[in-house]
């Protein structure tokens, strides 16, 4: 008697694979920026709804947020998936208890922040001067979001805005147009008007399930 050819176990993608599949298929299909963006956040919607992502996410170490001041040390990322062919990138952000990022824009960058796990406050911040002094920028707070897991804020180029994780610790899944760490963004201080560039968070590698 023949043993009988066993069956092929198909196994469903991950959340992060069909997120990566859908992303890619979307820069493909879609050539306008702010729409492909735009379009971008049911994705990570479903990325953050994900019992496996959030689970998997308990065991991300805290990333260092960087100085607040001209010359502190770069903040961290996690890095999590890198495109090949698009070169957008998913990062992984989780702040202690207690961090605060420092008020700074992301230069060219499209950004797409997804808070996964834990509530924190988002700052949106308008430019009041006209530019035309170096080192100066006048920036005020417009906006002072309390936020939590399912929240996606879409942050465009040059936009002004800082987040704070509280008392508890947050995770925030990222994607960005393209990796950032290798080239200079904008940090403001309000007190002092004071404007200087320092570079984005340093990449960590890190498994994405
Ligand atoms: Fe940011």
């Given at each position: 008697?023949?043993?009988?050819?066993?069956?092929?176990?198909?196994?469903?993608?991950?959340a992060?694979?069909?997120?990566?599949?859908?992303?890619?298929?979307?820069?493909?299909?879609?050539?306008?920026?702010?729409?492909?963006?735009?379009?971008?956040?049911?994705?990570?919607?479903?990325?953050?709804?994900?019992?496996?992502?959030?689970?998997?996410s308990?065991?991300?170490?805290?990333c260092?947020?960087?100085?607040?001041?001209?010359?502190?040390?770069q903040?961290?990322?996690?890095?999590?998936?890198?495109?090949?062919?698009?070169?957008f990138?998913?990062?992984g952000?989780?702040?202690?208890?207690?961090?605060?990022?420092?008020?700074?824009?992301?230069?060219?960058?499209?950004?797409?922040?997804g808070?996964?796990?834990?509530?924190?406050?988002?700052?949106?911040?308008?430019r009041?001067?006209?530019?035309?002094?170096?080192?100066?920028?006048?920036?005020?707070?417009?906006?002072?979001?309390?936020?939590?897991?399912?929240?996606?804020?879409?942050?465009?180029?040059?936009?002004?805005?800082?987040?704070?994780?509280?008392e508890?610790?947050?995770v925030?899944?990222?994607v960005?147009?393209?990796?950032?760490?290798?080239?200079?963004?904008?940090?403001?201080?309000?007190?002092?008007?004071?404007?200087?560039?320092?570079?984005?968070?340093?990449?960590?590698p890190?498994?994405?399930?």
């Amino acid at each position: 008697m023949s043993a009988r050819p066993m069956p092929i176990q198909e196994t469903e993608p991950s959340a992060a694979k069909r997120f990566i599949a859908a992303a890619r298929q979307l820069y493909a299909d879609e050539p306008d920026t702010d729409k492909r963006w735009q379009k971008m956040g049911p994705l990570l919607s479903e990325l953050l709804a994900d019992a496996g992502v959030k689970a998997q996410s308990g065991k991300w170490p805290s990333c260092d947020q960087g100085g607040l001041t001209e010359g502190g040390p770069q903040a961290q990322n996690l890095l999590l998936y890198e495109d090949p062919d698009h070169g957008f990138v998913i990062n992984g952000l989780v702040k202690a208890p207690g961090t605060r990022t420092n008020i700074h824009d992301h230069a060219h960058n499209w950004t797409l922040y997804g808070v996964l796990d834990g509530h924190e406050t988002i700052e949106r911040y308008e430019r009041l001067d006209d530019g035309s002094k170096p080192d100066y920028a006048e920036v005020r707070k417009s906006e002072n979001a309390q936020v939590g897991p399912g929240k996606i804020d879409l942050v465009r180029p040059w936009q002004i805005h800082a987040e704070e994780s509280g008392e508890e610790r947050t995770v925030a899944i990222i994607v960005r147009a393209e990796k950032p760490g290798g080239f200079l963004q904008g940090r403001y201080d309000p007190e002092t008007s004071k404007y200087w560039q320092g570079y984005g968070p340093t990449q960590i590698p890190f498994e994405f399930e």
